[in-house]
């Protein structure tokens, strides 16, 4: 499967941004999607991840109740909607995929890798 993320830019805090990820392949609603960002001088690090089904979704306890991941397998994209951005939110966020329904939140998991957007939060 390949992975294309997009929505990105530059936000003022307490602002939203939606994230998507498009993928290719119809098997696109077996896989697992992650959310994972990677600030400079820093290792990437998880963000949230949604099951095949959608039925499971799980966030880092940082984004709880300010990003959401859901998804569309008829448009086989996965998005993450990000409100009350930080300018600690500021980083490349990527997405990434595993076959298989288990949600996990190891970077080591995930064999599949979209190319990152920039999301930048001013304060």
């Known amino acids: 499967v390949q992975l294309q993320a997009s929505g990105g830019g530059l936000v003022q805090a307490g602002g939203s941004l939606r994230l998507s990820c498009a993928a290719s392949?119809?098997?696109?609603?077996?896989?697992?999607v992650g959310w994972f960002r990677q600030a400079p001088g820093k290792e990437r690090e998880f963000v949230a991840a949604?099951?095949?089904?959608?039925?499971?979704?799980y966030s880092a306890d940082s984004e709880k109740g300010r990003f959401t991941i859901s998804r569309d397998n008829a448009r086989n994209t996965v998005y993450l909607q990000m409100n009350n951005l930080k300018p600690e939110d500021t980083a490349v966020y990527y997405c990434?995929?595993?076959?298989?329904?288990?949600?996990?939140?190891?970077?080591?998991?995930?064999?599949?890798w979209g190319q990152g957007t920039q999301v930048t939060v001013s304060s």
């Open positions: 990434a995929a595993r076959n298989g329904g288990v949600v996990i939140t190891a970077t080591t998991g995930y064999a599949y």
């Open positions: 392949g119809r098997t696109f609603s077996m896989y697992t």
């Open positions: 949604i099951s095949w089904s959608g039925g499971s979704t």
